[in-house]
């Protein structure tokens, strides 16, 4: 970390960069910003935003166990509890007859009202709502680690994988017809999703978690042709709107992440006017 | 593979390896839908599956691809290699769901059936000029670079079935491969497909309602409801007196005499 504050300081020697939690922050947004963009053009291709807002949401019942279990810092049972929900929700949708965003539908609200109960138990729902907004100013360096960590795994996974997700989100039968285990793929699919939003999930929020994920890409979908201009354009955004949502939260004093989100928002309106000339 | 799948596309169908369904058969949940079909699928044998509408025809194609469970047996015989195996199979759906709006090339979906390398670094020359030979030989070769959502639907189709003969399959499925498209479209669609005998070692499985064409251009046609009702060149089946008489209304008025080949081709191979 040391070397990083290092370059700060002298790349970037201006009255923000002074602090700290600045340099921890803008070095957060240079990792989740790349996750998310490459991870939110597949989400959009296989029209699954409803997922991962309820994967978002129901983080809150992951909080809830890890409180009852007694743990101070429940991310790890929340990470475990997602997994969780991401496989219970491939089974449903595999076993029962109902649409899939009914099913969704319901764990969704199943669990943000499970969530809710537990963690208002005695009136103390206050303490928790840090989750609901998230404090991206509040990162240490431990958690950065972390961020690097799963950033190295996504790289990995996306090399290994990401052809096999594409045909997938074409259509599953020309994908298992070209010998892809189509249930193995989009269950590995969900998992990833979901463990990346968790761990996410604390310095973003969970009100404002999707919006990250799936604006990026809707934005960039919007004006390419191909899939190399939409991961460049969708990683583009997603940087730019973390570096300027960052500087606005800090002259504003707003939450980071939903400054960042709304700097996003702008830029998907921007690219819904452009479209006409790609479509 | 690129390469073994080119040398494939340039020996001749031999007309011996063979694809085999033995008491071959198709329950879901409590409903049987297909029961007791034996089939011989000869290379190089272009075989149309004609029946009425819930006759399992689409289904016979999921069971061979995997997609639906089915009791009996699929063997494929290689006579080259003098051994049995599971036959790889290449497939045209009817009608490809999929979002119009997504960002996805023709090369993208290529390069991501053909290559592990991920497509969002963009493409390879070998990768293009692999494309583009594939696409030219179902005369779509100008489509390399459009968005998959911006092909008309006889373009769409002629892409898939590029698709689905690389790799070269042993067996290529096609379920209503042009039922949406225009009549030249259609038109194109066959005379490729026909004369992809000629040039693939492969057999060909097509569903097909369009009757004129079928009669043109199958070395075959089963004729199934439940199971297997008849088998023989088009022009025994549909002057067959039993299919006439159960099915009529399956096929009447959509077949013209002029139309139908003369009869070339015996029935070879019929049956177990």
Redesign the interface.
Known sequence: MESWYFIIDHLLPFAWTHHTFMKNALLAVLLVGPMFG?MG?MVV?N?MAFYSDTIGHSALTGIAIGILLGFQDPLWIMVIFSIFLAVAISLLKYYTTASIDTVIGAVSATMVALGIVILSRGGGFARFSRFLIGDLLSITPREIYLLIFAFAVIVVL???M??KF??L???P??A???GISVDLVETLFCIIIAVIVTISIQWVGILIINSFLILPAAA??NV?????????ISVLITLISGIMGLLLSYYWSTATGATIALVAAAFYLLTLLLKPRFA | MNDSAIARTQSKACGLCCTKLESFGVTIGKTEILRDINLHIHCGELTALVGPNGAGKTTLLKAILGEVPHSGTLRFLDIKNCHTRKPLVGYVPQKLEFDPGAPISVLDLFSAGLSARPIFLGHTSRQREHATAILSVVQAEHLLEKRLGDLSGGELQRVLLALALDPCPDLLLMDEPVSGVDSHGRELFYNIVSNLRQHYDLSIILVSHDLVMVSRHADRVLFIDRTLQCMGTPREVFSSENIKRDYGYVYQGGINEKDSPLNKHSIKGVGA
Request: glycine residues 0%; aromatic residues 10%; charged residues 20%.
């Open positions: 490459i053009t291709n029209k996306w090399t290994a990401f052809n594409l045909l989100s074409v259509n039968i020309l298992r017809s070209r960039a979908r390419s042709i191909n899939m190399r201009d939409y991961h460049v």
